[in-house]
């Protein structure tokens, strides 16, 4: 259970893309999980709803992609995609321990917002009056 | 008042960036620093209560009394009771306390490795470092600290079908060590089913049955981190002479 802390990751990576973008928001945040991973999507969802908070990524909708796992099976000479987390040849049943898909977490892109020139809190007072 | 309405992006930036990169690069570092100081590294997983403390406790000790400078970090939510049992042999212990953090980030090693140079034992003088993870089969798996070896633990007392349970830590590791195996009568553990389970989830990994109650593989352990040991002052000792 480190979602939080893979949260905190992703702003980071996020914020570090954007040191030469100061003016920019960020509005869609893709990231593809591997299944393998070891990470649950709500809970990750939950830990970025947090960790954005004061951030360029406050607000930014989260979509995520599951990256199925996918083993070179020895005995078909082929890369197969397995069934869920698990590591056996969907074809032959062979476990293979040669997993070449499935266990990364992959910022994909980000969506920016056009830069507004306006700072947000005075966007927010202007909007309550 | 009306609103405007949202925006569309003004662009789509890809990054294709691993999310623990920042710790894959730090872990890089460290592996290169293990291995210009000829030090062996393990890195310990397994389940709260697998029996990691009281078995490395043991080995710590076997690898002392031979003469193999072996130290150790140790990491759990709170207390350093674990620290206080490893060091009971006299070799270098540090406690990690992570407070809520689950697992270890190579940053941890990194600063842990700062104090003990600080306070005078470098990194030259450890044969082997042995990192006792936080008792967790989930989130460890994701998090390179550099080591040469990851070993993962499984008690009899737990069940036969973990490994398919939690396959990204057991297809992970580079040894799977069975623990506790003097239970196995009362706990009545299948042993067939367990090392096939192992087996389903990471082909061919080593399989050590350990018990350190009694002892049993305990001197299998430590002859692998010795033959480590000397592969790795084979290695120092070319280096010198070139």
Known sequence: MHELSIARSIVREVEAALQDRPDVQVTVVRLRIGRLSGIVAPALEFGLSFVTEATRLDGARIEITEEPVAVWCSPCQATRTTDGPSVLCPVCDTPSADIRAGRGMQIVNIDLSEPTGVPRDLLEVADVS | ?242
């Open chain 2, 1 to 242: 008042m009306c609103r405007d309405p949202e925006p569309g992006p003004a662009e789509t930036l890809v990054l294709e960036r691993n999310v623990l990169s920042a710790n894959d690069a730090r872990a890089g570092v460290l592996r290169e620093r293990f291995q210009t100081a000829h030090t062996h590294v393990i890195n310990v997983v397994s389940s709260p209560g697998s029996g990691k403390t009281s078995l490395l406790a043991r080995l710590l000790g076997d690898l002392v009394g031979s003469g193999v400078r072996a130290a150790a970090l140790v990491a759990d939510c709170a207390t350093d009771n674990d620290a206080v049992r490893l060091g009971a042999c006299g070799a270098p212990v540090r406690q990690i306390v992570t407070d809520s953090q689950c697992h270890l980030e190579a940053g941890v090693i990194e600063d842990h490795l700062a104090a003990w140079s600080a306070e005078g034992l470098a990194l030259r003088d450890i044969d082997v470092l042995v990192i006792e993870n936080i008792g967790n089969l989930v989130c460890p798996a994701g998090f390179d600290l550099g080591e040469a070896e990851r070993w993962v633990m499984l008690s009899v007392t737990e069940g036969e079908d973990k490994p398919l349970k939690y396959p990204a830590m057991f297809a992970g590791a580079d040894l799977a060590v069975v623990t506790k195996v003097d239970l196995a009568g009362p706990c009545r553990f299948d042993r067939s089913t367990a090392l096939a389970a192992i087996e389903t989830v990471n082909p061919g990994v080593d399989i050590i049955e350990t018990s350190a109650a009694t002892g049993d593989g305990c001197d299998v352990l430590a002859a692998r981190l010795r033959d480590a040991v000397l592969r790795l002052t084979e290695g120092r000792a070319a280096s010198a002479a070139t």
